[in-house]
């Protein structure tokens, strides 16, 4: 079984700033591992995952996430936020021999960008 | 290109009332999946389907139950509904079943059951 947790529900920051979203998973099994955003009364798209290979992930609008094995982390992070980035963020994990396509979501963390 | 559509957009339900949320993919993907969200608990998964013709249970299977119309469609239908069902449902599909792929999101029904 796996879970993910996390640990912020809220990140306020102010634009221009950098901004990292911490995620921590627990699975007994090797996982892929997701970062998705939703905007506003949107549903969620894919911002970038890790399947294997390199651990620093690149994705769209800016984003990257680096693969911690040891630590079990996928931290989401940006070197520069903009107000368009206000949005709730999940990670989720799904077990590599999965035959379901079941994604185990995190809580969410809200992005609140400031001017 | 519509992607994944949901309708209907919102609902307001008495308890004991019965109705069917509806999900159609354009993208030509074999697997769909039923997923409701709750502040502070992420997405669970309610039932998925990983080709025409099948169906399957998720974590929160409990008061629900699926249909597969055909490649494009997967209807969710609350038999009678509770209070404890108020949540927004999500629809998603994927070319297949295979963890690896993107699921691709609809833009989700609000549902409140009074």
């Known amino acids: 079984a796996q879970s993910v947790t996390q640990l912020d529900s809220q990140v306020p920051v102010f634009e221009e700033a950098p901004v990292e979203l911490r995620c921590n998973y627990s699975?007994?099994?090797?996982?892929?591992l997701f970062w998705y955003v939703q905007y506003p009364n949107q549903g969620l798209q894919l911002l970038l995952k890790?399947?294997?290979?390199?651990?620093l992930v690149k994705g769209i609008n800016g984003f990257e996430a680096e693969f911690n094995k040891s630590q079990t982390s996928f931290h989401l992070r940006k070197p520069s936020v903009h107000i368009s980035d206000t949005a709730e963020y999940f990670c989720?994990?799904?077990?590599?021999?999965?035959?379901?396509?079941?994604?185990?979501f995190g809580q969410g963390t809200t992005l609140q960008v400031k001017p | 290109n519509a992607g994944v559509t949901q309708t209907p957009k919102f609902q307001v339900l008495k308890t004991g009332q019965s109705m069917t949320l509806q999900c159609a993919q354009d993208?030509?993907?074999?697997?769909m999946y039923w997923y409701r969200q709750d502040p502070g608990m992420g997405l669970r998964l309610i039932y998925y389907?990983?080709?025409?013709?099948?169906?399957d249970k998720g974590e929160v299977p409990n008061g629900y139950n699926v249909s597969r119309l055909n490649k494009r469609e997967f209807s969710l239908r609350l038999e009678s509904a509770a209070p404890s069902q108020t949540s927004v449902y999500f629809c998603?599909?994927?070319?297949?079943?295979?963890?690896?792929?993107?699921?691709?999101f609809g833009p989700g029904t609000r549902l409140t059951v009074l």
């Open positions: 998603a599909s994927s070319l297949t079943i295979v963890s690896y792929n993107e699921q691709f």
């Open positions: 699975s007994s099994v090797s996982v892929y």
């Open positions: 890790y399947l294997s290979g390199s651990t």
């Open positions: 989720a994990v799904s077990g590599v021999s999965s035959n379901t396509g079941k994604l185990i």
């Open positions: 993208m030509n993907h074999n697997s």
């Open positions: 389907s990983a080709s025409e013709g099948t169906t």
